[in-house]
């Protein structure tokens, strides 16, 4: 068997890897950091720059691995609000902008997952719509204050308190999180990783 590799710093991905039925992180697949330069390129859709971004983890990640009989996968987060692409804040007063921005407002969270062996690679692109309630400058000041947005895409957490900041999503609660469970599995299965 293929031995699976998680190619993310998130310990969002890992944990819901492990729910698509690899059982216990440290057995069931490897983890390692693949960083790559992350910047959008000019012209660039925001889908294609999600999807080469997924890829690009997953080749690095293959890369750092150094051997063969391995599937890596890598996966990106972005959020686009009116065409703009919204990536992890920089820091406060850019986190601020961005939950000032997104208030009272619907936008669009972009998940792709890809996953390579060297001689195949196979990516999927998941948008979900998430409307926003309205956020008053002291909701957003003590959002912040508890650290919780600063290594979020769009400066929030559905799975943490950002969550009471959502009032309705139209697609994939997994995908806004950081791994599309359903197109993860599809994607394993379709590289042939039997899930155990
Ligand atoms: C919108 C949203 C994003 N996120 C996270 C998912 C991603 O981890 C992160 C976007 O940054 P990414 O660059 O996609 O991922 P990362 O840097 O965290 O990890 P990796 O090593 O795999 O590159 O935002 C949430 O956890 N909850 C949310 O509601």
């Not at 710093?9 to 890897?17: D, G, N």
């Not at 697609?171 to 899930?195: C, F, H, M, Q, W």
């Amino acid at each position: 068997m293929m031995q699976l590799v998680l190619a993310s710093s998130s310990p969002r991905r890992r944990e819901l890897l492990a729910q698509v039925g690899f059982g216990d992180p440290e057995f069931g697949f490897e983890v390692l950091a693949a960083d790559i330069d992350e910047s959008h390129r000019a012209g660039e859709t925001a889908e294609d720059f999600v999807v080469r971004l997924a890829i690009e983890k997953a080749s690095a990640g293959l890369a750092l691995w150094g051997k063969s009989d391995a599937v890596v996968l890598g996966s990106d987060t972005i959020v686009v609000l009116d065409g703009e692409i919204l990536g992890k804040p920089k820091d406060e007063l850019d986190a601020k902008q961005m939950l000032s921005a997104l208030s009272g407002q619907c936008h669009s969270v972009m998940t792709a997952v890809a996953v390579t062996d060297g001689k195949q690679t196979l990516s999927r692109l998941v948008e979900t719509k998430v409307q926003f309630c309205g956020l008053t400058e002291e909701d957003i000041l003590a959002y912040i204050a508890t650290g919780e947005p600063m290594d979020k895409a769009g400066a929030y957490g559905i799975q943490g308190l950002g969550g009471c900041f959502v009032e309705s999503i139209d697609g994939s609660y997994s995908a806004v999180v950081g791994l599309p469970l359903v197109e993860t599995r599809n994607l394993l299965d379709k590289i042939k990783v039997a899930a155990i």
